[in-house]
């Protein structure tokens, strides 16, 4: 099966990288976030469909040695270039309810692990840094990723008087092998959400069903949405706020398993070798 997890990020340290150190004074690990750009949709005239040019700040982290030490020279207000990879983790979250119980359940943390970083300019103000951005935008949130839908889309719309509005979202799996700096291989899994709109959210919904394949080619997309958690030793229930980590796509490609409904088949002709000289 063919393998895709592409990410590409030209934007601006959003704040102090945060660099881990163990007992024996050794840089381990490598923390930093990043401030991008999301452009809106375009069309093949380069005229802007929907949307509007969108801050988001993915997270980047790093265990490579070297890369640890790249990390560790960059700055806040730095310009950079990261090509990386899009890694999802299952880990514990915590929270503590209004009684002061402690709650822990699983969930999701999404980061970029990073093969290449590269600084262009150094400790730029905000903005000088957004100027550059909004001149790169092109280049400044990049995301493309082959995977296999692991569960059934969903479909939500929404009407706010003027207009109505189609959300769909579903999850890949996406497998993916690459090779970091220290010359070991790793293969594994990742588990990125895909959220797309209107025309794109309908026809996911339409074509796409659990094992459908797909190409994505859109970009990094980050907010803080509000959960509702109910503790587990007094029962009551509280609000927390949680970052989200998500790919936007520009475009999908169905590739495998997907579904066309007979109309579209039939409006496509008959198969190929239907038509071949001698065929009835």
Same mark, same amino acid.
């Given at each position: 099966?063919?393998?895709?997890?592409?990410?590409?990020?030209?934007?601006?340290?959003?704040?102090?990288?945060?660099?881990?150190?163990?007992?024996?004074?050794?840089?381990?690990?490598?923390?930093?976030?990043?401030?991008?750009?999301?452009? &809106?949709?375009?069309?093949?005239?380069? *005229?802007?469909?929907?949307?509007?040019?969108?801050? $988001? #700040?993915?997270? /980047?982290? !790093?265990?490579? &040695?070297?890369?640890?030490?790249?990390? *560790?020279?960059?700055?806040?207000?730095?310009?950079? $270039? #990261?090509?990386? /990879?899009? !890694?999802?983790?299952?880990?514990?979250?915590?929270?503590?309810?209004?009684?002061?119980?402690?709650?822990?359940?699983?969930?999701?943390? /999404?980061?970029?692990?990073?093969?290449?970083?590269?600084?262009?300019?150094?400790?730029?103000?905000?903005?000088g840094g957004m100027a550059l951005l909004r001149e790169r935008a092109e280049i400044s949130n990049l995301v493309m990723l082959i995977g296999t839908l692991c569960r059934e889309p969903v479909l939500r719309e929404s009407t706010d008087g003027q207009r109505s509005t189609a959300l769909a979202q579903y999850q890949l799996a996406s497998n993916r092998r690459y090779h970091i700096r220290d010359g070991h291989e790793q293969e594994r899994t990742d588990y990125p959400w895909i959220k797309t709109i209107n025309k794109q959210a309908r026809e996911?919904?339409?074509?796409?069903?659990?094992?459908?394949?797909?190409?994505?080619?859109?970009?990094?997309?980050?907010?803080?949405?509000?959960?509702?958690?109910?503790?587990?030793?007094?029962?009551?229930?509280?609000?927390?706020?949680?970052?989200?980590?998500?790919?936007?796509?520009?475009?999908?490609?169905?590739?495998?398993?997907?579904?066309?409904?007979?109309?579209?088949?039939?409006?496509?002709?008959?198969?190929?070798?239907?038509?071949?000289?001698?065929?009835?």
């Open positions: 099966m063919a393998r895709e997890n592409f990410v590409f990020l030209h934007g601006q340290i959003f704040d102090k990288p945060r660099v881990y150190i163990d007992e024996f004074g050794v840089q381990r690990k490598a923390s930093l976030a990043v401030r991008v750009i999301r452009r &809106p949709f375009i069309n093949g005239e380069g *005229a802007i469909v929907s949307g509007k040019l969108s801050i $988001d #700040i993915p997270t /980047v982290i !790093t265990m490579n &040695p070297e890369l640890v030490r790249t990390c *560790a020279e960059l700055r806040k207000g730095d310009m950079v $270039d #990261i090509r990386g /990879v899009y !890694t999802t983790r299952e880990v514990k979250k915590k929270s503590t309810c209004p009684n002061g119980h402690e709650n822990v359940w699983a969930g999701n943390f /999404v980061f970029i692990t990073p093969i290449y970083i590269c600084r262009r300019e150094r400790e730029l103000s905000e903005e996911d919904v339409e074509h796409l069903h659990t094992n459908s394949t797909v190409f994505i080619n859109g970009a990094i997309q980050t907010r803080e949405i509000e959960r509702e958690v109910t503790c587990n030793v007094c029962g009551e229930t509280y609000i927390i706020k949680e970052s989200v980590c998500e790919i936007f796509p520009y475009s999908v490609e169905y590739l495998m398993n997907c579904v066309f409904p007979a109309k579209e088949q039939e409006q496509a002709g008959p198969p190929e070798e239907d038509m071949l000289p001698g065929k009835e």
